[in-house]
T-cell receptor, first 111, second 114 residues
Framework: GQQLNQSPQSMFIQEGEDVSMNCTSS?????WLWYKQDPGEGPVLLIA?????ELTSNGRLTAQFGITRKDSFLNISASIPSDVGIYFC???????????FGTGTRLQVFP | EAQVTQNPRYLITVTGKKLTVTCSQN?????MSWYRQDPGLGLRQIYY???????DKGDVPEGYKVSRKEKRNFPLILESPSPNQTSLYFC?????????????FGPGTRLTVL
């Protein structure tokens, strides 16, 4: 089935650094969602994007819905230890009952 | 507390021994779903349910069954587990479809099939 490709697969950064990750597909999508999974927990929704070009912030997190509708970006500013986890993008082509999830970006933050 | 609960959290079993993983939500959500998480593959949907007695296949339904007899419960059944079903399983629920309604995930069930 269709998959969303996330990059990088993993990141090792120092506390205080900014982080950028993206999610791409060969298909056009109408929705982009970003989830975070803390170690040992289920994913939690961070940001939802519903319009091409849309830029949305949630605290230190900023996400954008790509103009081509084939990608999305998530930026984290001034990283802190609790940012550690796996970040997933998710999307759907139309208003359906199904979401497709990306392969995930694993983030490690060192003090 | 609003939550999605799964049981058991950890399970080790042998090939062919039927098992059920339970999922329950206390938020009166209509939509419930099961995912499996494997390294490098992200989350893949197994089955979902839009309401009581309404279920549909996700992307990887082979080897799994579900039922939705009550709104709050959505058990995942493995009639004859095989080693390739070793994975981390998540149940999730939302008020409506997950595109426009926030999905809440359970804590996960780590299944090992020997």
């Amino acid at each position: 089935g269709q998959q969303l490709n996330q990059s990088p697969q993993s990141m090792f950064i120092q506390e205080g650094e900014d982080v950028s990750m993206n999610c791409t597909s060969s298909s056009i999508f109408n929705t982009w969602l970003w989830y975070k999974q803390d170690p040992g927990e289920g994913p939690v929704l961070l940001i939802a994007l519903y319009k091409a070009g849309e830029l949305t912030s949630n605290g230190r997190l900023t996400a954008q819905f790509g103009i081509t509708r084939k990608d999305s970006f998530l930026n984290i500013s001034a990283s802190i230890p609790s940012d550690v986890g796996i970040y997933f993008c998710a999307s759907s082509k139309v208003i359906t009952d199904k979401l497709i999830f990306g392969t995930g970006t694993r983030l490690q933050v060192f003090p | 507390e609003a939550q999605v609960t799964q049981n058991p959290r950890y399970l080790i079993t042998v090939t062919g021994k039927k098992l059920t993983v339970t999922c329950s939500q206390n938020m009166n959500h209509e939509y419930m779903s099961w995912y499996r998480q494997d390294p490098g593959l992200g989350l893949r949907q197994i089955y979902y349910s839009m309401n009581v007695e309404v279920t549909d296949k996700g992307d990887v339904p082979e080897g799994y069954k579900v039922s939705r007899k009550e709104k709050r419960n959505f058990p995942l059944i493995l009639e004859s587990p095989s080693p390739n079903q070793t994975s981390l399983y998540f149940c999730a629920s939302s008020l409506g479809g997950p595109t426009y309604n926030e999905q809440f995930f359970g804590p996960g069930t780590r299944l090992t099939v020997l």
